[in-house]
């Protein structure tokens, strides 16, 4: 019988910071990471932008030593139904280290802040056609809730 491989785990110097503005050491690697999912956007743009973040949000960095491993933004949004809710308004892993746990430690610190902040549920949204990121928030026991095509004009 074949063995079965093993997953790799996030090594043990892993921390995942929670801040509102990201520090400049990882300011230039967040932007390298957008990149690699196809979003260009300069270093001032992105610093920016962190610094017009609502009061509330907040951003998780997985960090290994100096080396930015993934991200994730956090923001608080109100829901008819269910009242301020917490949101992962985007989580991006370094592609050559997607399937080796960064993922779900980012989702689980993403869990554990809106339980910190008395938030009764927490939102993500995927496109369409992240299917393998579809299956991951699965894995995770998260309950596809609607799908919706959503629209955008720029205005400048």
Not at 29 to 45: N, W
Request: charged residues 25%; aromatic residues 8%; proline residues 6%.
């Amino acid at each position: 019988m074949a063995e079965s491989p093993t997953r790799p785990t996030p090594r043990a110097d892993l921390q995942i910071l929670r801040t509102r503005h990201p520090p400049p050491t990882y300011l230039n690697q967040l932007c390298e990471l957008y990149g690699a999912e196809g979003i260009k956007i300069s270093l001032d743009d992105l610093a920016f932008r962190f610094n017009d973040f609502p009061e509330e949000d907040r951003v998780l960095l997985a960090v290994e030593g100096d080396q930015l491993v993934g991200y994730a933004h956090l923001r608080v949004v109100f829901d008819p139904c269910h009242g301020q809710i917490a949101e992962l308004a985007a989580i991006i892993v370094q592609p050559h280290r997607r399937r080796e746990g960064y993922g779900s430690r980012l989702i689980a610190a993403a869990e554990s802040w809106a339980r910190q902040t008395n938030r009764s549920h927490l939102r993500l949204r995927s496109d369409i056609v992240r299917s393998s990121g579809h299956a991951f928030f699965t894995a995770l026991n998260y309950q596809e809730d609607s799908t919706k095509i959503e629209f955008i004009r720029a205005l400048k």
